[in-house]
């Protein structure tokens, strides 16, 4: 089936009342830091926290009878299992979902919620599929994919008719691509609706599966990523050749590019957004001189992180911002040193979190101890203050460098 505008708005009556309208908004901070203005589409506010609702719905909704009463299979990396699993139990059909056995818990306890039967399988969403495609021809299911069925695109590209509605200046539209269902959908109706807007893929630089087929390179991919729900191997039979004619660029991002716009969409926004949901404002900071004096919207297509992972991306981004810092002081091994030490840096205000003290396991000579500290601090400025005043008291102190992994996380 071809997909059209007129499918895509027939899509979005349909699923009207099962979906929410989500804000598309414009942001004053995002926008003044990258000197362009910033539309934000919060698909992480629908009800199972994803753009995934919309295509799932719809492609429930066109199942007929028979269909729905011997139930629905779908492989997801998390966000497209709740979907199916929350709609297909609103609908009263019985729902099977395979995900990669490393998705976050909150995307397995959130399906699992739903009343989905589980099956955690495989390191990645291909090898879902394998198992998906098993059950499927075993019970006589029908298989929901996560992203290639005109149904699922059609339903996705509903997002577009939305941002038009609420943001009609856009010029640009920054989508995330996985399996390429949401930005093929987004594409067909943007472009039918404004020829000359650009629509800008992203994807990381370990998984550039639509990136490497459409350049027409080998296939090749780096570790695991926080950006899962888009690590996707295989781009789509019908979402290829569409991104091919009408996607305009695709944008590969980094790891530690995904951490920092986490971290400012939580710290400006006051939103939670997964990695997978970040990347288009990660590519925006990454070519935001490309964007200049534009209107551009992005999709924040879903919130579903895991709750530590989170924890650790606010960490890291303390520490590369010099707001988490350690510091290293030798001492003479005697009674009262590290209290010396703890109450100079009091004096600077600084907030001691963690110390530890090294007797055996130094190069030092003997009645010598080192103190590590991990402090937070207001900044580099404050973290000189520190060891100044350090050194003024006769202390040995340098800060201890960042390790270099954390600093660049290459894959």
């Known amino acids: 089936m071809t997909i059209t505008l007129d499918q895509i708005r027939q899509a979005a009556q349909q699923i009207h009342s099962g979906i929410v309208h989500t804000p598309c908004v414009y942001s004053t901070k995002l926008s003044q830091l990258t000197n362009t203005r910033v539309a934000l589409k919060f698909e992480n506010l629908q009800f199972t926290g994803s753009f995934k609702d919309r295509g799932s719905l719809y492609k429930l909704l066109s199942l007929s ?176 050749p569409i991104v091919q004619n009408l996607v305009d660029d695709i944008v590969l991002v980094e790891e530690t590019d995904i951490e920092q716009a986490v971290r400012l969409l939580l710290e400006v926004e006051k939103t939670v957004v997964e990695g997978a949901g970040a990347v288009g404002l990660a590519a925006l900071l990454k070519r935001h001189k490309k964007f200049s004096g534009k209107t551009v919207g992005i999709v924040l297509s879903g919130g579903n992180i895991d709750l530590l992972i989170l924890a650790s991306i606010l960490q890291r981004s303390l520490v590369r911002d010099q707001r988490l810092v350690r510091l290293q002081v030798n001492i003479r091994d005697i009674p009262g040193a590290l209290a010396a030490v703890s109450q100079i840096i009091a004096e600077t205000q600084a907030n001691i979190v963690g110390v530890e003290h090294h007797r055996m396991f130094t190069g030092l000579p003997v009645q010598s101890a080192i103190l590590e500290f991990s402090l937070l601090i207001r900044g580099h400025q404050h973290l000189e203050q520190i060891l100044n005043k350090l050194k003024l008291a006769g202390h040995d102190a340098h800060s201890i460098p960042l390790d270099v992994d954390l600093a660049t996380c290459h894959a």
């Open 65 to 240: 009878t028979t269909q729905q009463q011997q139930g629905v299979v779908a492989m997801s990396a998390g966000n497209h299992g709740q979907a199916v699993a929350y709609h297909a139990q609103r609908l009263g059909i019985p729902a099977v979902i395979v995900m990669p056995q490393f998705t976050p818990s909150v995307k397995v306890e959130r399906t699992q919620s739903f009343g989905a039967e589980i099956h955690l399988y495989g390191d990645t969403l291909d090898a879902a599929k394998t198992l998906a495609q098993q059950l499927a021809q075993e019970r006589q299911l029908t298989l929901i994919h996560p992203y290639d069925d005109s149904f699922i695109i059609a339903g996705q590209g509903t997002v577009a008719i939305e941002m038009f509605k609420d943001c009609p200046d856009l010029d640009s539209i920054i989508v995330p691509i996985g399996g390429g269902g949401l930005i093929a959908g987004i594409a067909i109706a943007a472009k039918q609706m404004r020829p000359s807007i650009h629509i800008i893929g992203v994807q990381t630089t370990r998984y550039p599966s639509m990136y490497q087929a459409i350049a027409g390179k080998q296939p090749c991919f780096g570790y695991s990523t926080i950006a899962e729900g888009i690590a996707v191997k295989t781009p789509g039979g019908l979402t290829l």
